[in-house]
Each structure stands twice: as C-alpha cells, then as structure tokens.
Nanobody, 119 residues
C-alpha cells in the first residue's frame, strides 16, 4: 500500500527557513505528482505547491511564490518543500500528497507536520 511520511516541520522565526520532506513507500515514486496543502484553524486547507511526476512542471500558490521551492529526488523517493522568508501567516499543518500518473489510483496523503512561525 502506498504510504507518505512527512518530516521536517517545527518552529522558526519570521524570516527564517524550514525544509519539509515527504517520502513515498509502497509505490513507484517517479510516477507520482507530488505536492503540499496546508491548513490552519482560521483557514480551509489551501494549496501550497506541486511538482509533476516528471519534475518538469511546478506550480505555487501566489502567497508562497518566490519564497517556497518544491523539488523531488526520485532516487530517494522523496519530495521536498524548501520554505524561506517565512511569515507568521505560514503557520499551519502542512500535508503532502501524491497523485499517481494518469489518475491510476487515489490521491494519497501524508500525516501532516506542524509549521509554526513566530514574529
């Protein structure tokens, strides 16, 4: 069964950086489009970023563009979200997801990781 395990959340100061990781097991990582959503108590779950299964296409929410970078390492079955210039409004639980190529199966979700940015 496909499983996503996230790591890398924590506490950062405004202007600081964190890197999230999302490792996929039980499936062929290179055929999954990967991404992140985030959710806070005051907002619905919002799209953050996505990278295509080939890695040639990335997409970002306007609120994080220029500050966050999504990448993937197919040899390590892992996607990364590098978050720079963090703001207090980036505080949320971040959930990674994986979509198999050609919608060959359901979207998979990670367990979520807390990111807290202090001002």
């Amino acid at each position: 069964q496909v499983r996503l395990v996230e790591s890398g959340g924590g506490l950062a100061q405004a202007g600081g950086s964190l890197r999230l990781s999302c490792e996929l097991s039980g499936g062929t990582f290179s055929t999954y489009t990967m991404g992140w959503f985030r959710q806070s108590p005051v907002r619905d779950r919002d799209f953050v970023a996505e990278i295509s299964w080939k890695g040639g296409r990335t997409d970002y929410a306007a609120s994080v563009k220029g500050r966050f970078t999504i990448s993937r390492d197919n040899a390590k079955n892992t996607a990364y979200l590098q978050m720079n210039s963090l703001k207090p409004e980036d505080t949320a639980v971040y959930y990674c997801y994986g979509d198999p190529e050609g919608a060959a199966g359901p979207r998979r979700w990670g367990q979520g990781t807390q990111v807290t940015v202090s001002s």
